[in-house]
């Protein structure tokens, strides 16, 4: 096309012309710069990375963003399961930082190892002081222990226990040591029976005047009370071998004749009372339970029975005095009852009242309700108490609210008096604690006290020790008399009161203490320890 003349003048396009030589030199240079780009980007990427394994220093080449583990594997080095890296396995790396190895193994060792006896001591009190017979020979048991032994890098750092299986208990070494000192006798007013190491044991007129009555190991200290002329004792035992269903039955036997078998009443499960009828002739009166798998183990039926027997062991069927019935506030835990002197009227001791019942009644009487106590565990606070020497009055351990947002918390307690009379009470002692348990003496020389236990800390009294205090039965001339003064105090218990009798210008009340029977003085305070093997539990004396 020719443009000579345009106008504007018109552009002619520039052609370049190539070569094939040319363009395959174009070619080649393209390659090589390409080439060269890639190579410097891989080199970029790559980490120098040094490892401490197996006791030597390596180096591996990886790339960034790799764990490890990875890292280590793809170099020919395999992680066990319990090999541990600094930084962990599954960290990823991103730097030329140094990888820690350490071998980790463990090693499993089972052994047999004996297991040493114990040696029980027993004291007895027939025996003198540093007489010691062996009644059972120890012998060793064994034991399969296995032990996990873990190394790092070939030295062991730990050995723990995994497993232990006794193959054969061990058995105790018992053996029988003498405790008895050679006092001079003290001579006691009645019989004083008592319960040390599942036996009852009892004295007789005299302190060294001793013998034992049921020597089964097996009483289990709930019932334990010498009739009122002390020619029986009432006795509670533990369940035997095959026995479902029994928290544990009730027995009798014999104070007066030397060798003498048990009676069994054919009673079970009572947990909350049994006791002697007063003027009635071999008659127990108890309250049963059922026994349950839950806490407290029985579930009370509030029931009142007498039963009778004769001296040969036959035992008469039992007569209903009150039914069965739901006792009221917590009454899953039990009624207490306490006899009126000539036994025509039961107090029963509920956990939010004290109800009455004549002989021959079937209805109650309500005599007071007591703010119920909230114990926020598996048992139920239930009041002590004791009659007037006339019936009169019962004197009794009362609930005080404190007025405050939830009364049943309240932690005051009073020792009260109830006049049956008029229906009205009286406060001789404020704060006693709740296990203060008031006990009424017997009449000596036209005088009667009324004793009973104080708190050490009467807001903690649920678990505080106590203190014998005896006064006047008006609540007047309170004398604290046992333990002394700077000693720890006693567990709650009913303490006992002598009988009257030849040596009635004595008055003296017997209590446990730290698992012996002392003997108080009220009139002077003198004390005397009658028992000395540390393991008596409870007591009564007639």
């Given amino acids: 096309m020719h443009c000579l003349n345009s106008n504007p003048p018109c552009r002619r396009p520039v052609i370049f012309w190539f070569s094939y030589p040319s363009l395959l030199i174009i070619a080649v240079l393209l390659i090589n710069i390409l080439t060269g780009c890639g190579t410097t980007s891989s080199e970029s990427l790559s980490l120098t990375i040094p ?40 960290a990823s790396l991103n730097s030329n930082i140094t990888i820690s190895v350490t071998r980790v193994k463990e090693e499993l060792e089972t052994i047999q190892e004996e297991i040493s006896f114990s040696t029980n001591i027993l004291p007895n009190e027939t025996m003198a002081i540093g007489d010691r017979r062996i009644i059972q020979s120890g012998i060793n048991g064994l034991q399969e222990i296995t032990y996990r032994h873990l190394y790092e890098n070939g030295l062991e750092v730990t050995t723990t226990v995994v497993d232990t299986t006794i193959i054969r208990e061990p058995q105790n070494e018992i053996i029988m040591e003498g405790v008895h000192a050679p006092n001079t006798p003290l001579s006691l007013n009645g019989k004083l029976a008592y319960l040390t190491a599942g036996n009852a044991w009892l004295m007789d007129g005299s302190t060294i005047n001793r013998r034992p009555l049921v020597t ?41 004749e030397t060798i003498s078998q048990p009676i069994d009443l054919g009673i079970k499960n009572v947990v909350n009372y049994a006791g002697w009828v007063p003027g009635l002739s071999r008659t127990i009166a108890f309250s049963t339970a ?55 009227r039961v107090a029963i001791l509920r956990p939010d009242g004290i109800d009455l019942l004549e002989s021959g009644k079937k209805q109650t009487v309500t005599l007071s ?20 020497t006339d019936g009169a009055a019962l004197y009794a351990v009362n609930h005080r609210t404190d007025n405050s947002a939830s009364p049943e918390d309240s932690t005051h307690f009073d020792l009260d008096v109830f006049y049956l009379e008029d229906d009205t009470k009286a406060t001789l002692r404020q704060d006693v604690g709740m296990f203060a348990t008031p006990s009424l003496s017997p009449v000596y020389n036209k005088e009667v006290y009324l004793a009973y236990l104080q708190a050490s800390f009467p807001q903690e009294s649920d678990t505080s020790p106590y203190r014998l205090v005896v006064m006047d039965r008006d609540g007047s001339n309170a004398n604290e008399l046992f333990p002394r003064e700077g000693a720890s105090g006693m567990l709650p218990q009913l303490v006992q009161w002598q009988p009257v009798g030849i040596n009635s210008t004595e008055i003296q009340i017997a209590a446990v203490y730290l698992g012996n029977i002392w003997l108080i003085d009220v009139n002077t305070g003198s004390l005397q320890q009658i028992t000395g093997d540390g393991l008596t539990e409870r007591m009564t004396w007639k």
Avoid at 61 to 82: A, F, M
Avoid at 298 to 319: C, H, K, M, R
Avoid at 369 to 388: K, M, N, P, R
């Fill in 216 to 256: 089964t190991g097996d009483l289990d200290w709930r019932v334990f009370e010498l009739s009122p002329e002390g020619n029986w004792l009432l006795f509670s035992r533990k369940p035997q071998e095959g026995e479902t269903e029994v928290i544990n039955t009730l027995w009798v036997i014999s104070t007066i």
């Fill in 290 to 344: 059922e026994a349950r798998t839950t806490a407290p183990g029985w579930q009370a039926n509030n029931d009142l029975q007498t039963i009778s027997f004769t001296e040969n062991g036959s035992v008469f069927s039992p007569t209903e005095w009150l039914s069965a019935n739901s006792g009221g506030v917590y009454g899953w835990w039990g009624s207490s009852f306490t006899w009126q002197s000539d036994g025509t």
């Fill in 369 to 388: 309700t007591i703010l119920s106590y909230q114990t926020h565990g598996s048992w139920a606070w239930v009041s002590q108490a004791c009659w007037a």
């Fill in 51 to 90: 490892i401490i394994v197996d006791g030597k220093q390596i180096t591996i080449t990886t790339r960034p963003g790799q764990t490890v583990e990875n890292s280590l594997k793809e170099n020919g080095i395999e992680l066990g399961e319990l090999d541990r890296t600094i930084p962990p396995r599954d």
